[in-house]
């Protein structure tokens, strides 16, 4: 009797830490979870293109190669955005102008992450490189 008490105790235990276990990814996300995914995915770039949230994240990238580019810029109203830099290489600059005085960048020779905060008004705006101007550009507009 001893023995078959031991074995279900152990088996108890087994299944117990089983269950406890699987619980992971199956499960529904936290309210706290939730947040913290739209706030670092999907709900910045929304505030990004909406233009609905003061201090909204433009993520703009030159580099390494002769590339170029500027993301959450499809949609955007006038208001308050950070526009975030991915300088990745010393060859290129990323700068940015346009209507209402924008007109930001990073150095020609430096590598890094660099931010700047934004006033957009309505109008066209130009990105680029300074010493490739011809072949890394491009541009949107603000509404």
């Known amino acids: 009797m001893r023995h078959a008490r031991s074995a279900l105790l152990i088996l108890l235990v087994t299944l117990v830490l089983a269950v406890a276990g699987c619980g992971g990814d199956d499960e529904e996300p936290t309210a706290a979870e939730t947040t913290a995914a739209e706030t ?3 709900a910045t770039t929304e505030a990004a293109t909406t233009g609905v949230d003061d201090g909204a994240a433009l993520q703009g990238t030159v580099g390494p190669g ?3 580019s500027l993301a ?3 949609g955007l109203t006038a ?3 950070t526009l975030v830099v991915d300088d990745k290489a010393s060859a290129h600059n990323f700068h940015l ?3 209402g005085g924008v007109d930001v960048k990073t150095d020609v020779g430096a590598e890094g992450e660099e931010t700047f905060e934004l006033e ?3 109008g066209e705006y130009r990105f680029l490189c300074d010493p490739h101007e011809s072949s890394m550009n491009g541009s949107f507009t603000v509404e």
Request: proline content about 6%; hydrophobic content about 40%.
């Open 97 to 99: 102008t346009g209507p």
């Open 79 to 81: 208001g308050s955005y």
């Open 66 to 68: 002769f590339d170029i």
């Open 40 to 42: 670092t995915g999907a």
């Open 72 to 74: 959450g810029a499809e």
């Open 120 to 122: 957009l008004v309505a």
